[in-house]
């Protein structure tokens, strides 16, 4: 397996050369990033295949491309969500490792407690799988509505885990909380709102108990980012300072101050900057030790989500990024606790954290196929008798073009190399001022279509041609602006048997980056530059902003399709959101999934699959009835059949076509 070391960052996106010089699987890495965002889970074999390590470094891989053809032997069609549940277990390893330690690090009297968000990715297996594998640490659930808070009650049975319940709370919601208490659960009933003091003060008096109470506080610590607006003055959640003193007096009033136990916080998610964090920390210290002051038992603090993943690889304070380790963000929640309970003599509480992004992220791998690709060609097109003057005129300058490479001039010294890149400068302002000429010609009806059409394909082949020779140049050769914007020009659109919408809706809704590389061919040179258009009939269903390192490129370095041989792309670290927030934009579904396991000796085992939605259920969803399309087509069928237009074996043929589309997948097939 070949985990590369960084090269030289890729900086605009540019194509082979056509230079002998090798490459290799590592280059591959370096170029997609997977030797930065991937560590330590994905990386690049000798075959040029994405590997998965789905352990971490504790032993075990799979070859990603061998996996998906087998799965496709399984009849698991593209596209493919694959979730790796061992990369779920090892997140929630890392996590409570990195607590220890600093709880170690800095004599924090206290412990960690953990609690997933479930909001983050409702999925049923998902869910099952982290309270299973985080029951060694009586890991909990965060629910933000009463169907959450069923799916927490349901899945929670340890006694010892917590039941955060957040988001806006109703009578029935209250009292379930406090039900759940008598079941032996830990419901801790978040008061997120003014309002719900008094609904729970008056459930917890009919039903005789109360569940335990939390507080959340709207912070003064300004955060960054996308949700920045989760703190402050006019945050959508939370108590601002008077409006906590007001809860604690009237929670003592009602006898519940003892039930009063954990003080909430939260700064947004994707925490990019840990400076952020460290003030918000100190802030809620300070507030959790006058709550204790005031009388209220307390016990937990619990610093809400917001740990961030670096989805670019680039370790800075970026929105795809974060400038903190996991360990850094451990050591800086338990330090700066440690030091505001210290001075006042308090017991240091338990930490709670919601972090889900963090624990989700990495887990799945969504896998799409290519199903064509569109672009400028470089063909030609071979002269006509009588030709036009303005195509002669192109026609010269792609010979001018092709025989300054002939020359050899690019292997000069700098004074050879500016005359190089002077020459094509003045080819390339020739070549479209010729273009120009023949589509003014065209639109006073000087040209015919096809002459047309030579005029555009010549003056692309001369694009393609000086694009080439610039890739040629020696390092630190300047070249103008114009001419560094050829390759862009050049791209290609690569048509993606997938929906945005559905299964990516964040690169859409709110421009979120995830890495999307192919995953076989690493080791082999790519040659053009291109982005993704889904299934969709809209303009916005598109992928066409990738990482690079801190930046965003608008292109992804790509391979040319070959016939008869599929070109499969990753889209990576999309475990978080992504499932839950797409919709049914154009009808196309939910993509086949299924949870894979490493296997004891050796190999892996498929512990679920999840088909995904058929046309008959996207169709059902929106109410239509498909058995009453099918009867109204055969009614169209037999009128036809009547009127001597349709053939009783088309027909039957068409009837046919229509069942079974109602009962496959959404998407295209093979």
């Not at 010089?21 to 591959?28: K, L, N, T, V």
């Not at 003030?279 to 961030?308: C, H, K, N, S």
């Not at 059409?453 to 020779?469: D, F, G, K, N, V």
């Amino acid at each position: 397996m070949v985990f590369a070391e960084p090269t030289s960052p890729p900086g605009v996106p540019s194509v082979a050369s056509g230079r002998p010089d090798a490459w290799s699987a590592a280059d591959g890495a370096a170029l997609y990033g997977l030797d930065r965002w991937g560590e330590p889970y994905f990386g690049v074999g000798a075959r040029g295949h994405v590997i998965v390590q789905p352990r971490g470094d504790r032993g075990g891989s799979l070859d990603l491309v061998e996996l998906v053809r087998e799965l496709q032997g399984r009849d698991l069609s593209l596209p493919l969500l694959i979730r790796f549940d061992d990369i779920l277990e090892d997140r929630l390893e890392r996590l409570h490792g990195a607590f220890e330690r600093a709880i170690a690090q800095y004599g924090y009297n206290g412990r960690y407690q953990g609690v997933f968000p479930v909001k983050c990715n409702q999925q049923r297996h998902v869910v099952e799988q982290l309270v299973e594998s985080g029951r060694r640490w009586h890991f909990g659930l965060e629910a933000g509505s009463k169907a959450e808070l069923l799916i927490a009650l349901s899945l929670l049975d340890d006694p010892d885990a917590l039941m955060i319940c957040n988001g806006y709370k109703d009578r029935r919601y209250i009292e379930t909380a406090i039900l759940a208490r008598r079941l032996g659960r830990q419901p801790v009933v978040v008061i997120e709102q003014a309002d719900e003091v008094e609904r729970i003060i008056a459930a917890s008096s009919a039903l005789g108990g109360a569940p335990f109470i939390g507080i959340r506080a709207k912070l003064s610590a300004r955060s960054t980012g996308r949700w920045g607006s989760s703190v402050g003055e006019r945050a959508k959640f939370g108590l601002s300072i008077p409006d906590v003193l007001t809860t604690v007096e009237r929670l003592r009033e009602a006898g519940l101050l003892d039930d009063l136990r954990l003080l909430h916080f939260h700064i947004g998610s994707q925490i990019n900057d840990i400076a952020v964090l460290k003030d918000a920390l100190q802030e809620a210290g300070q507030i959790y030790a006058e709550l204790t002051r005031l009388g209220a038992p307390m016990g937990f603090l619990d610093v809400g989500g917001g740990l961030g993943i670096d989805y670019d690889g680039s370790r800075t304070a970026t929105a795809a990024s974060t400038n903190y380790s996991l360990q850094n963000y451990a050591n800086d929640v338990v330090a700066t606790i440690r030091e505001c309970c210290e001075p006042h003599g308090i017991r240091p509480p338990t930490l709670v954290s919601e972090s889900g992004r963090a624990l989700a992220s990495h887990f799945s791998v969504l896998v799409f196929d290519v199903l064509g690709a569109g672009g400028r060609g470089e063909t030609v097109p071979p002269p006509a008798e009588g030709e036009a003057l303005i195509l002669r005129n192109l026609r010269d300058t792609h010979a001018l073009i092709t025989a300054i490479a002939a020359e050899g001039g690019l292997e000069g010294d700098d004074a050879g190399e500016r005359a190089v890149v002077e020459r094509l400068q003045e080819a390339w302002n020739d070549a479209l001022k010729f273009k120009e000429d023949a589509l003014t010609a065209f639109r006073l009806g000087y040209l015919s279509l096809p002459e047309r059409a030579t005029a555009e394909r010549l003056t692309w082949a001369s694009c393609q041609a000086i694009a080439r020779q610039l890739e040629g140049l020696p390092p630190g050769t300047v070249i103008p602006q114009e001419l560094q914007a050829l390759p862009a020009a050049l791209a290609g659109t690569y048509y993606a048997n997938l929906s945005v919408f559905r299964s990516a809706p964040d690169t859409w809704a709110i421009d979120q980056l995830f890495p999307v590389l192919p995953i076989h061919r690493l080791d082999e040179r790519p040659t053009r530059l291109g982005s993704f258009a889904d299934l969709t009939c809209d303009s916005d269903g598109k992928i066409a902003r990738f990482i690079d390192r801190g930046q965003v490129k608008p292109l992804l370095e790509l391979h040319g399709l070959r016939p008869g041989e599929p070109y499969w792309i990753g889209l990576f670290l999309g475990g978080a959101y992504q499932e839950v927030m797409g919709n049914l934009h154009n009808l196309f579904g939910s993509t086949n999934a299924v949870h894979i396991r490493l296997a004891a000796g050796g190999g892996y085992r498929v512990d679920h699959v999840v088909r995904g939605n058929t046309n008959a259920e996207v169709l059902e969803a929106m109410e239509h009835d498909p058995d009453l399309l099918l009867e109204r087509l055969r009614l169209a069928s037999e009128q036809a059949i009547g009127r001597g237009d349709l053939a009783i074996s088309d027909a039957r043929r068409l009837m046919a076509h229509l069942k079974a589309s109602l009962e496959q997948t959404t998407y295209l097939e093979a």
